[in-house]
């Protein structure tokens, strides 16, 4: 393994503030045209005039004929419009591939960021989302911290390596899609044509996780490091009759057995949490970020496993998401007049699987149920939770080890994410498939993630970009 070299010059939070600004200027909202990602190859270009001129970048997109994940789910789920199946940037074309080449190409690594960024309710913001206004040392916008933020640390520290005339040991590459937002295609082109030119990464670093101060009360800020994420599926449920009059109800409508079923599934936890070992993994990680007696008993989880699979679900829903498959009906659709029975009606799930929950176990869940309850069920979409990375892995202990060495006073976590980012697509080209942006942030401002009033402390920008500075400059 590299060493990892001391300290890394960095420059102040006012002026890598001002940098990430220009970013967060160009409203690339999944939503927008094109043109607007050209346009923010432009704003990149001027903010990063060396790396531009520097790297070899290939812009890439959708072929004619590929769908993204929204679109496919509009035609399949069937009947409900939303206007993102209508617009946005599906067919995508400014996907980013950047290489700085090295001495070597047999190692090489991969960081990543999407360009695009959520819709915005405007209105509901105290200061304009696009504006990129500071705050009490707070920089608001759309983007602040998913993840323009990510794009410009990493861009950030490439660009002053360049201008101190650093040359990688390894090829580096930066990749950046412009639909993650929707699921769209802009990470499967970049896949697709990197299994084309045969390049394999040690590692890949992506969002998803980051330096959390406040999750354990009283214990260090938590280096949360994603070693996988989980699957996703949604699942259509249906009910048939032959419709007619609600003066005259016939027994068992639709919406009574679908009703049914909604509630068997939330009563009976048919998901059952479970530790695993990645799970257990990041228990024993807690334990290194709490002192005393808790501290010690976290350390030695692997004693009383049974009992924390007892204890989670308790504890709050969120701790039970990181043990669990967990399941949310979203949408729903039956007669178009009040005073009509429907002839179909069906209800919309989406279920988030653990890794001890793949999709075949989900089928033989929901397909009994569904007999039991006289509907149909039907996969509409969906995958299962990406494979972890265990701990053991090099390529990870170099990404802890450069955590610890610019982060000091936080804690490394394995984690799991618990979202759906570009890097489940990443197992193709790589065994270490990471997701951790090095920022400082408080569940407070985690939760404005795709809400109103995103934002940043500017204070955290130096550390961020010192971190990708030495993951970078160690890297042999
Ligand atoms: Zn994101």
Known sequence: MSAIAEKETVRDAAYYATG???????????????ERFTQYHEVLRSVFPLTFRTLEITTIGASEDDGDLFMEMAKRVGGISDPRFQSGNPRGGNALIMRWKGKSNERPVALMGH????????ENWTYPPFAAQIHDGKLYGRGAIDCKNTGYLSLQAIEELLEEGFAPAQDVYYLSSDNEEIGGQGTPSIVRELERRGV???????????????????????AAVAVLEKGSSVWRFSAKTRGGHTSMPPKGTPWERLAAIISDI???????????PETLAMVKGFGDALNGPSGFLLKHASIFKPLIAK????ISPTVNALF???????????????NVIPNEAFIIANLRHATHANLARARRIF?????????????????????PVPVTNPEYQYIAKTIESTIPDAAVVPFIEMGATDSRHMPQLTDCAL????????????RRMHGDDENIDIDTLPEGVAFFKKLIRNWK
């Open 266 to 276: 939330h009563k009976n936890k048919y998901f059952k949490a479970k530790v695993t």
């Open 311 to 314: 204890i989670a679900p308790k």
């Open 367 to 387: 397909e009994k149920l569904a007999k039991k309850h006289d509907v149909e069920c039907e996969l509409v979409v969906g995958w299962d939770a990406s494979p």
């Open 20 to 34: 990430l600004a220009k970013l967060i200027q160009c409203p690339t909202v999944v939503t927008e045209p094109f």
């Open 324 to 338: 669990a498959s967990v399941v949310t009906f979203t949408m729903a659709q039956g007669s178009l007049l009040p």
């Open 435 to 446: 997701r951790f942006t090095p920022f400082r942030l408080t569940q407070e401002q985690m």
């Open 115 to 122: 360009q695009d960024v959520a819709p915005v309710d405007e």
């Open 200 to 222: 394999r990464f040690s590692f890949t670093l992506d969002e998803g996780g980051a330096v959390i101060t406040d999750l354990i009360p009283g214990a260090k800020p938590v």
